[in-house]
């Protein structure tokens, strides 16, 4: 059994304590052995004897030595007993004592670790670092301990937005070459002149510019949904399913069940047209099928499943697909997608304190599982 450090502490000083009672009362056993005298009262032969007895004064004719020392042993034995006795009284309150103050002293560590441990636990990048510990009182060694904690929270939280806003500024600034970009080509493949090299070169470019376009878009909502959802709007998961689980190139089942959550709208049709879209465009050429349900659980969790056909992915990938720019087998160039797709649906289950998880299947193909509060 490990003890905590309450449990140390206390152990160390009671221990301490019963040591050094335990040491006093061998030293006042041997100083009364030694040096105290006795007085002893009684009638011997008659008479009416009063008797002290010590180092140095032997007892008078009338008391035997045998019968004095036997009265010096019990009154040795007796304070041994009742000592011990008090002292083991004595030292179970002085334990219990210092576990109540142990507990006392150790409670603005416990108040660290419980902040401490929300942060690391909290679903969203970007609330948890806004807490703090603010603790108050002396400026000991503690106190110290929390303001550095503080202190650490408050450039991390800093660097982080300063990293989002940089995404959110320059994906807007983007914005704007792309669209003069598309204008200009669009201008020059109009006149019916233009050559076929021309128009398939502008095409090309066209297309080129329209991924760059998606993928600042993606930027963009990624930075967007690894905030804090502060308003929230009562969204049934299967009125989106309804609305954005169809395709033209492989059969998509759609099987909604209710299943209402409280969260950001947009955000939640984002997360669910990115998984339909991801099993569309990685699917088998030749009957392909994605297959979407929604339904509320018995445990109070809303589940959101997408499972579809497609290659063979090995499980140890699974993990790493949903990495930004992380594409199983692909190019990060390949391709008609940006490779945000899983980023962006585990940024917004994180922002909506739900959970995603996906497996491999064995013919081939993945089953992306979401989780998400169900909304009272």
Not at 72 to 100: H, R
């Amino acid at each position: 059994m490990r003890l905590t450090v309450r449990g140390r502490l206390t152990l160390v000083y009671g221990g301490l304590f019963v040591a050094a009672g335990m040491v006093l009362l061998a030293v006042i056993y041997i100083l009364i052995d030694r040096r105290a005298p006795m007085v002893f009262e009684g009638n011997f032969a008659g008479e009416s004897v009063k008797m002290e007895a010590g180092v140095g004064a032997p007892p008078p004719d009338a008391v035997t030595r045998q019968t004095v020392e036997g009265f010096q042993a019990g009154t040795l034995y007796t304070v041994l007993t009742q000592g011990a006795i008090a002292l083991a009284v004595v030292s179970a309150a002085t334990i219990a004592l210092g576990w109540l103050i142990a507990g006392r002293m150790l409670h603005p560590l416990h108040t660290i670790t419980e902040t401490a441990r929300r942060i690391a636990e909290s679903p969203a990048a970007d609330r948890g670092l806004h807490e703090r510990i603010a603790l108050d009182g002396p400026n000991d060694e503690l106190k110290q301990l929390a303001d550095t904690f503080d202190l650490m929270l408050a450039r991390l939280d800093r660097s982080l937005d300063g990293q989002r806003r940089f995404i959110a500024n320059a994906s807007h600034e983007l914005r704007t070459p792309l669209t003069l970009n598309r204008t200009l080509l669009e201008v020059a493949l109009e006149p019916e002149t233009a050559s076929p090299e021309v128009r398939q070169l502008g095409a090309t470019l066209l297309a080129i510019n329209e991924r760059h376009g998606r993928l600042i878009d993606g930027l963009l909502l990624l930075a967007r949904s690894e905030r804090e959802v502060s308003e929230r709007s009562y969204v049934d998961l299967a009125d989106i399913v309804d609305h954005v689980a169809v395709a033209d190139t492989v059969k998509v089942v759609a099987e909604p069940g209710e299943a209402a959550v409280l969260g950001d709208p947009v955000l939640l049709e984002r997360l669910v047209q990115n998984l339909v879209e991801n099993g569309v465009r990685h699917n088998v050429p030749e009957n392909g099928w994605v297959q979407v349900s929604t339904r509320t659980r018995p445990d109070g969790w809303v589940e959101l499943r997408v499972a579809n056909s497609g290659p063979v992915v090995p499980r140890y990938e699974v993990p790493g697909l949903f990495q930004p720019f992380r594409r199983y087998h692909r190019e990060r160039l390949a391709g008609p997608g940006a490779g945000l797709g899983l980023s962006i649906v585990q940024s917004v289950v994180e922002a909506h304190h739900g959970r995603v998880h996906a497996d491999a299947r064995d013919e081939g193909g993945l089953i992306v599982t979401v989780l998400l509060p169900r909304a009272p």
